[in-house]
Every structure is written in C-alpha cells, then in structure tokens.
C-alpha cells in the first residue's frame, strides 16, 4: 500500500506492483493504474475492511 501526502488529499493506493510502475523521460518512477486506489480528505480517518489487490 502506498501512502501519497503531497497534496490537500490522501491518495492510497492498493496495487503496487512492477506492471504498474511506468519511467518517464528522465527516469523517473510514475505509478499507474489507479482502478483500486482510494482518495481521502487529510482529516479523515480511512478504515481498511476488505483486502484488495494482487496477492504477493
């Protein structure tokens, strides 16, 4: 799961995995494929009560 905290919203996002990793010009890491993620607002507190994602 990966937490991203540089805006006014929390973005997490469910499916990390090499497939969804892209490089752009300047090899820099770009995460794609955005179907499970989730957005909260900075004050709320997200609970987890399913498990999603690609097992390993």
């Known amino acids: 799961m990966y ?5 006014e919203q929390i973005v997490i996002h469910h499916d990390i995995k090499a497939s969804n990793v892209l490089i752009d010009e300047d090899m ?19 609970h987890t009560t399913v498990i999603v994602g690609t097992p390993g």
Request: charge should be negative; charged fraction near 35%.
């Open 3 to 7: 937490l991203h905290e540089e805006g």
């Open 28 to 46: 820099n890491p770009r995460l794609g494929d955005f179907g499970l993620a989730r957005i909260y607002e900075r004050d709320s507190q997200p």
